[in-house]
């Protein structure tokens, strides 16, 4: 049997394109493995956002060149944004790769792989997508990518650059994938874009994200909706009531502030000050009590001096958000910062980092403890190391333990231990026997 290796590292974007590949290769008789010296097509899907997951890509793919070499018929491909649209340097170095693929351009290399085995006269396009990790069940939670690429010129910000400007896909397309997912045992989906607030803007008719969510809202059997990420500066009040008033639209929201000081936010042109982006917090949390809120930090950012990363720490500590992803800032080759010193140390990054890192793991910690013994629902995906693994409506992780088939299933669960990243539990009633039990109001309340 022909197999296939795929490795991917990155955003959930790259996830979503990831399963697309998978799908479409089992579609042409390619069985998955871990082990790349047994694969027939091997596929990189990668990211170079920061310097420490460039040098895994590379290292990765320098790690395969004696398996090239033994088995010089084996397809070797690297997709997503560490390829260029100008590809001759990386051609250079690596001369034993056989394709580099664009970002989210799925559909090259499947067609590259069906024209040289030989299937593309039976080649069956895909009608959704299937996780990697799995060649027989569909995930409970499905990324659907809405758009790709983004119009903003953050400063720092290497995807403009590889992923190109915004590209929105017609709502009919995007619910058509909704419901065939659903059809396939989705329960969840996740709506996808690099500023997905924008989604529409770069259609004739300009629907927005907020009619998005209403339109697939309508379709049976689905149960919950996320979407990520966020722009400060594009998020309406239209999408807020939205997420408001559409019981599947899951009470989580993901809005990246980057730093809490206006220079520092004026020198990345992200387009809004501190007050402002307080102003926002203070509408969604009005408008959604029981929200929970995400966002992304970059420290060490060129000219950040010590009072400037204070502020964003002190702005941390002050709005208390259930998660915090923070990374110390990497220079990129091509984008409007790499032009400016780097001029912060790296041990100092580190200290920053490790600095909101313990912040947040005290926030995260107080935030969860008072749901001790409280009851949640539990969308279950899956399990993980002998437990069922899942999460409640505001994205809060839950594994409990429990011989009953949940897969797929909405569990009350009973929470025995909290933690900063993740809960445990038992459940509180047996699993639900029918979609028609499992589509009962959903619970806003945690």
């Not at 895909?126 to 119009?151: E, F, K, N, R, W």
């Not at 903003?152 to 590889?162: E, F, S």
């Not at 594994?399 to 949940?406: A, K, L, N, T, V």
Request: proline share 6%; with cysteine.
């Amino acid at each position: 049997m022909k197999r296939y290796y795929l490795w991917t590292i990155g955003c959930q974007m790259n996830d979503a394109d990831s399963w697309r590949i998978a799908e479409e290769l089992q579609n042409l008789g390619y069985a998955a493995t871990r082990r790349p010296e047994e694969a027939d097509v091997i596929v990189l899907n990668t990211c170079v956002v920061r310097q420490s997951a460039e040098d895994k890509v590379y290292g990765h793919l320098s790690s395969l060149k004696p398996i090239k070499q033994r088995h010089p018929e084996a397809i070797l491909a690297l997709m997503g944004c560490a390829v260029e649209e100008d590809t001759s340097s990386l051609q250079q170095r690596f001369p034993y790769v056989d394709l580099f693929v664009r970002p989210s351009d799925t559909e090259s290399l499947v067609d590259f792989v069906a024209n040289h085995d030989g299937t593309a006269d039976h080649r069956q396009p895909a009608t959704t997508i299937l996780h990697p990790a799995s060649c027989i069940l569909h995930p409970v939670s499905c990324y659907v990518p809405v758009m790709y690429g983004c119009d903003h010129l953050c400063t720092y910000c290497i995807v403009r650059l590889r992923r190109g400007r915004q590209r929105s896909k017609r709502p009919v397309e995007i619910t058509e994938e909704v419901q065939c997912l659903v059809e396939r045992g989705a329960r969840e989906v996740v709506l996808l874009g690099q500023n997905v607030d924008a989604y529409g803007y770069d259609l004739p008719d300009q629907p927005t994200l907020s009619s998005l969510l209403q339109a697939i809202h309508e379709i049976d059997g689905l149960w919950r909706i996320r979407f990520l990420t966020s722009h400060p500066a594009d998020m309406a009040g239209e999408l807020i009531k939205a997420a408001a008033d559409l019981p599947k639209v899951c009470e989580h929201i993901e809005i990246p502030v980057q730093s809490g000081d206006d220079k520092i936010l004026k020198r990345m042109l992200r387009r809004y000050t501190i007050a402002q982006y307080r102003e926002l917090v203070a509408k969604i949390r009005e408008r959604i009590p029981n929200v929970t809120l995400a966002t992304d930090v970059i420290v060490g950012f060129p000219g950040e001096t010590e009072k400037q990363f204070m502020n964003t720490y002190d702005l941390l500590r002050k709005v208390r958000f259930d998660v915090v992803h923070v990374a110390a800032y990497s220079p990129r080759p091509g984008t409007a910062a790499n032009r400016l010193p780097d001029d912060v140390p790296p041990k100092e990054k580190e200290r920053r980092r490790k600095a909101v890192e313990e912040l947040q793991r005290q926030t995260a910690g107080e935030i969860n403890a008072p749901l001790l013994g409280r009851t949640v629902e539990v969308l279950v995906e899956e399990r993980h190391k002998g437990k069922w693994r899942g999460r409640t409506r505001t994205n809060k992780l839950v594994f409990f333990e429990d011989e009953r088939d949940w897969r797929g299933k909405l569990a009350r669960v009973q929470i025995t231990w909290t933690g900063p990243w993740s809960m445990q539990g038992s459940p509180a009633v047996l699993p639900r026997s029918s979609d028609s039990d499992n589509l009962e109001g959903p619970n806003r309340a945690e």
